[in-house]
């Protein structure tokens, strides 16, 4: 099956910073979601990007559907930010909405 | 006006116990996921049903039975309970059985002693 490679798997940051989270994915896709999980173990649908690039205030993603991976930027961070962010795929030929995830960057804002 | 709500959030019992978390859903989808949240945070699919029928069912134990009386709802119904059965438990609803967004609820935190 596919497989779903996040990086980096820890990030910290000061307040302010900018970053870039990277998903690389073994095979093509249907589909590819970012979703936050934050502190409180909420799973927020960020962004549903197959290909192309989005943004949504100080978030933006790319994905490059051809070379198989996809990008999360995050711009002048804040603390509300921190939390895992996970990669998500739907297999091409697989199950629909069968989402596979990846493991997740952690990502921590400090002050 | 919450969109996907899951109940309980928190559930401790007993090995060998039944249990039953139960999934609402008020954004007009027509397909619904449960999702596994492990204690190392790797979230895997269980099951999905679309319009009331049956459209994933991964490899889950038959302990484990999903039962969907319409298309805002999907329960989750689990026979003696098993150590390995802690976990965070998600239900997530999309539009359409494609590729679509999905929404998660808040899970249901499920600890056996």
């Known amino acids: 099956g596919i497989q779903v490679e996040q990086s980096p798997p820890d990030l910290i940051l000061q307040e302010g910073a900018n970053s870039t989270l990277r998903c690389n994915f073994s095979d093509s896709v249907n589909n590819l979601q970012w979703f936050h999980q934050n502190p409180w173990g909420q799973l927020i649908n960020l962004f549903y990007?197959?290909?192309g690039t989005k943004q949504n205030g100080r978030l933006s993603a790319t994905t490059v559907a051809t070379e198989r991976y996809s990008l999360l930027y995050i711009s002048s961070s804040q603390t509300t930010d921190s939390g895992v962010y996970f990669c998500a795929v739907e297999e091409y030929g697989g199950s629909q909405g069968n989402l596979i995830f990846g493991k997740g960057t952690k990502l921590s804002v400090k002050p | 006006d919450t969109a996907v709500s899951q109940t309980p959030k928190y559930l401790v019992t007993q090995m060998g116990n039944d249990k039953s978390i139960k999934c609402e859903q008020n954004?007009?989808?027509?397909?619904m996921y449960w999702y596994k949240q492990d204690s190392k945070k790797f979230l895997k699919i269980m099951f999905s049903y679309n319009n009331k029928e049956l459209i994933i069912n991964e490899t889950v134990p038959n302990r484990f039975s999903p039962k969907s009386p319409d298309k805002a709802h999907l329960n989750l119904h689990i026979n003696s309970l098993e150590l390995g059965d802690s976990a965070v438990y998600f239900c997530?609803?999309?539009?359409?059985?494609?590729?679509?967004?999905?929404?998660f609820g808040d899970g249901t935190r499920l600890s056996i002693l």
């Open positions: 997530a609803s999309s539009q359409g059985s494609g590729s679509q967004p999905q929404h």
């Open positions: 990007i197959p290909s």
């Open positions: 954004l007009g989808h027509d397909t």
